[in-house]
Nanobody
Framework: QVQLVESGGGLVQPGGSLRLSCEPS????????IGWFRQVPGKEREGVAC????????WYGDSLRGRFTVSRDNAKNTASLQMNSLTPEDTAVYYC????????????????????WGEGTQVTVSS
């Protein structure tokens, strides 16, 4: 059974950091493009960061590059999203996603070309 499981969400104060993790079952991350998306009620799910599996550059959403960093550890079969300098506007449900290796990181994040979704983890930034 193909599945993606996120962990690491929670409540953090403005200016703080969180690290989200994603673990797949039923496939290995080195065969897919990985990505992180987020969604708030009433809005479309938006791409946060996507990373190809061919060593190419990652894609980041507007204003997120420099604060957020996507990474993968193929040996451990995990992906991560390091989030720093968080603001209340970063509050959302964050989803891990996997896409076909033929998809670019840009297209996966911008066009939501996703093959598998995780269930999501809540991130709340509040004092």
């Amino acid at each position: 059974q193909v599945q993606l499981v996120e962990s690491g969400g929670g409540l953090v104060q403005p200016g703080g950091s969180l690290r989200l993790s994603c673990e797949p079952s039923g496939f290995t991350l080195d065969s897919v493009v990985i990505g992180w998306f987020r969604q708030v009620p009433g809005k479309e799910r938006e791409g946060v960061a996507c990373m190809p599996n061919n060593g190419g550059n990652a894609w980041y959403g507007d204003s997120l590059r420099g604060r957020f960093t996507v990474s993968r550890d193929n040996a451990k079969n995990t992906a991560s999203l390091q989030m720093n300098s968080l603001t209340p506007e970063d509050t959302a449900v964050y989803y891990c996603a996997a896409g076909r290796s033929s998809t670019s990181a840009h297209d996966m994040c911008q066009r939501r070309l996703v093959a598998y979704w995780g269930e999501g983890t809540q991130v709340t930034v509040s004092s």
